[in-house]
């Protein structure tokens, strides 16, 4: 449990979409620094390469970022793992084939105030489910999957693996026809007792911005593959 857990509630907000934040030559720029960054992770079972966004690399598209999501959320500080040379990253940006499962983004800092996550879509066919039902406890990938959940000796910066919402929001059937719309690649029975709040369907120039707290994952709406920046933050 987050040992910020009163100061994190009190600034907890419903997800909001911001049309019309980048313009077409400031996507460029993002899907151009993506070609230019290293690689840092290929995870081939996932289907997904994550590279790390780095400092450095465009310095005015950092300022804009920064900007323009403070201008959002007010005053924050980044969350991010460090690179190499203990300097904070930015953000991880996501080129995906295949979705990501449950999960909740919560750090791995327990000390932490976690805050508010951005996603911004380099690509235009997709959509992020975000559900109402929130989870106070660090980055945890939510799984029924006895191999996954085997997993202990896990490497700074991957989520935990757990069942233990099955046990937290009740019993409640998740809805059938979201779950053929979107989810088909979850077991409709780990979403058991889960609500929706908000699918956001991708839009190229706009940013979604949620709670950290909030359960969620991709859809499985993936039109060969799709790429987005993610981004954490803290207060």
């Known amino acids: 449990m987050n040992n910020k857990l009163d100061d994190i509630k009190k600034l907890e907000s ?43 690399y465009n310095t005015n598209l950092e300022k804009i970022f920064c900007e323009r999501l403070g201008k959002e959320i007010g005053s924050f500080k980044m969350d991010n793992l460090k690179d190499d040379d203990g300097k904070e990253i930015l953000g991880l940006i996501q080129e995906s084939y295949a979705p990501i499962g449950l999960h909740v983004d919560g750090g791995f800092e327990l000390d932490n105030q976690i805050y508010k996550q951005s996603l ?6 997709g959509s992020t489910v975000i559900f109402k039902n929130r989870y106070y406890d660090g980055s945890t990938s939510f ?35 979201i779950h053929q719309k979107y989810l088909q690649h979850e077991n409709i029975n780990n979403l058991k007792g889960l609500e929706v709040e908000l699918i956001y369907e991708w839009e190229v120039g706009s940013m979604l911005i949620f709670d950290r707290t909030h359960l969620h994952c991709s859809s499985s709406v993936i039109k060969g593959k799709k790429i987005g920046i993610a981004t954490f933050t803290k207060k």
């Open 14 to 56: 419903a997800p909001k979409v911001i049309k019309n934040l980048f313009t077409r030559n400031e996507i460029n720029e993002f899907l151009q620094l993506y070609e230019n960054l290293p690689i840092t992770v290929h995870n081939k079972k996932q289907n997904v390469i994550k590279k790390r966004w780095l400092q450095g």
């Open 120 to 125: 911004i879509p380099l690509s235009s066919v």
């Open 143 to 177: 799984t029924q999957d006895p191999s996954e959940l085997k997993k202990k000796n896990l490497k700074y910066g991957q989520n935990k693996r757990s069942d233990i919402h099955l046990k937290m929001y009740g019993d409640k059937p998740f809805n059938k026809q």
